[in-house]
């Protein structure tokens, strides 16, 4: 994570410090002119924030509980965060590594 990421998920968490750090393949429109910026996923304790940088900020977050039905699309190559109807993006480029990581962490955290 970059400098602005870092102190984007500070400011909105505080110094709670994420369990996993996932840059996503997919890019999001967050306002600069030429190119699209990256989307972050990570795993706190208890929730799922998704955020991203540019001259717009981007940050989400859901409740681990209500994510129980997430998973991996092999067709699309995609994390699909279930229950989340309310996030923006609830769908990530990830590869099956990482979204088997994320799955693990979501798993550890439900049986808990």
Known sequence: MNKLEQQLLRDNLGDAEPRLRLRTRAKIDTGRWWRKSPLWLCVMADELVLLSVGRRRYFERIPISRSRQTHYNQS?????????????HNCCAVSPRDALRVLQFLKSETNN
Do not use: P
């Not at 190559?77 to 923006?88: K, M, P, R």
């Open 76 to 88: 699309t190559g995609e994390l699909v965060i279930e229950s989340a109807e309310a996030l923006q």
